[in-house]
Every structure is written in structure tokens, then in C-alpha cells.
């Protein structure tokens, strides 16, 4: 639904519409990117929706997620699940949700912030470009072994 990103940590992100995935590091351009387990954040339409039924006027990149998804629950994947992103790129899931920053952006503007239950962090493991409207296919469940 949206590729996102931000020259600052703690902003919301922009809707570029695409970008580039790398190995190691995380969406190219984006803030967050970095050798660490939180390269690219994923966040739900279907959780932005969940705002927006609430009145807040919000969309994709409001919450500071890169990848913004559409029919998957990605809250339930288990750490480990592997993720085809786009036509080359495999994500590994290393996290769900976060610790919310009391005076992010995101939530000084909105009144609440759903990445730290809604949203998921991937560890790119091969990169590749990702665009809006490519599929996002889960790979291999996790084990959720807490790695």
C-alpha cells in the first residue's frame, strides 16, 4: 500500500511509492536503516483503518512504518518468519510492536500510537526494490524462539 521513509527518527514518514531494500541495512534513505534488527517497520492498512474509525485523520507513513501491508495479520507472525518483499527482497521478522517514545510525533499528534501493538520490525536478509502494489508473501513461519 505505501513505501515510506524519513530523513529524522521519531517523524512520520513520507509515501515515496518506492525504494530500494538492502542487505543488512534496511530501506535505503530511511532514517531507521542501519546495521541493527529494526531495519524496516510493517504496519497494517487494516490497523491505520482501526484510527481512522476512531476520527483521527491519519494514512500510511503516519505512524512511521516504511512498509505499509494490506491482508496480512502481521501482528501474529512469529520473530523469525521469513518475508518475500517485492520481487527480490527476504525479510526476517525480529520483532513485534515497540516501546512507543512518550514524545514522538506520532503520538503527540494523534493521541496514540499503534506500532508498539500492531506493528512488526524485518532484518533484511537479501535486498531488492519494493514498490507500491508489489506482494509481500510469508516465506517461512517462525519460531518464535524470541531470537
Known sequence: MAVCTSSEKGTRKKNVGSGMLVAGHGLEGDAHA???HRQVSLLA???IEKMRRRGLDVRPGDFAENI???GID???LPVGTLLAIGPQAVGEV???GKECHSACEI???TGDCI???EGIFVRILSG???KVGDRIEVLKPGSNCGR
Do not use: C, K
Open 94 to 96: 525480529t520483532q513485534i
Open 34 to 36: 542501519g546495521p541493527w
Open 74 to 76: 502481521l501482528a501474529s
Open 128 to 130: 531488492g526494490p519494493v
Open 68 to 70: 505499509t501491508t494490506e
Open 107 to 109: 503520538r503527540r499528534l
Open 45 to 47: 492498512m487494516e490497523s
Open 115 to 117: 506500532m508498539p501493538r
